[in-house]
């Protein structure tokens, strides 16, 4: 369980989260808002980028907040972002092997076994040792799902994985992220613009909207709330 309580972020005059607290039940939950909302920030405060004005992070009973981003990855919080962070020199063993020596201390074997093993979990070991730059767009954004949640990974953040992928592919993606839970005994949260991956993929979201709170529960219900549909749909109830 991920338990976020009273965070508060500004920038200058301007309050990105305003005492947010959410509760992450576990298995895989959504994030949600319209842009601007707070829901990078929110994920910058979890993965040691952003330190808030106040409020704590607790995460499987560990307080976050106050450690550094990258012992919070060592502990086992990982993230995609909206751009893509793979170095297009290197293959994509190389890629992904790269974040697992940052985040362990295994044996150089035991490292490669566990990234053929996630390449083989996203459907990428036929591309194993090429480089990045010769791929196209749908595995390149594969390759930020396996260097997300190589090795043992406890909170995984997802930052709009499936951007600019056709319908097709986004239902593959789909089917990995409903995966990691049970994989790699981690919570999940899901941020994305794209409603029908988060109801195929979440059964609990948050909406966050102008930093605040909006509604949490059951994403059939949020998605259902009023306050969600005026602010973050665009239509009255």
Not at 81 to 110: D, G, M
Not at 217 to 233: K, N
């Amino acid at each position: 369980m991920i338990e976020v309580e009273n965070v508060t972020v500004r920038f200058g005059g301007v309050t990105s989260l305003d005492d947010v607290s959410i509760s992450f039940p576990g298995g895989t939950c959504g994030l949600i808002g319209p842009n601007g909302a707070g829901k990078t920030t929110f994920f910058n405060v979890l993965s040691g980028y952003v330190t808030p004005m106040s409020g704590s992070v607790m995460a499987d009973g560990t307080q976050l907040i106050g450690m550094p981003a990258f012992k919070r990855a060592r502990w086992g919080v990982r993230r995609t972002f909206q751009t893509e962070q793979a170095i297009e020199s290197l293959t994509v063993f190389e890629n992904v092997l790269t974040v697992h020596e940052h985040t362990t201390t295994a044996p150089r074997a035991e490292a490669k076994a566990a990234v053929d093993d996630v390449l083989e979990f996203v459907g990428l070991s036929h591309v194993r040792n090429d480089l990045v730059r010769t791929l196209p767009a749908k595995e390149r954004r594969f390759i930020e799902m396996a260097r997300a949640v190589v090795g043992e990974p406890k909170l995984v953040l997802l930052d709009e994985p499936a951007a600019g992928l056709p319908d097709e592919e986004t239902e593959e993606l789909s089917a990995i992220i409903r995966s990691i839970p049970d994989r790699n005994n981690a919570t999940v949260v899901l941020v994305d613009h794209d409603m029908a991956l988060v109801q195929a993929c979440c059964s609990w979201s948050a909406v966050l909207d102008f930093g605040r709170l909006l509604a949490s529960g059951e994403t059939g219900d949020v998605l259902r709330d009023e306050r969600v549909l005026m602010a973050y749909l665009g239509t009255d109830a």
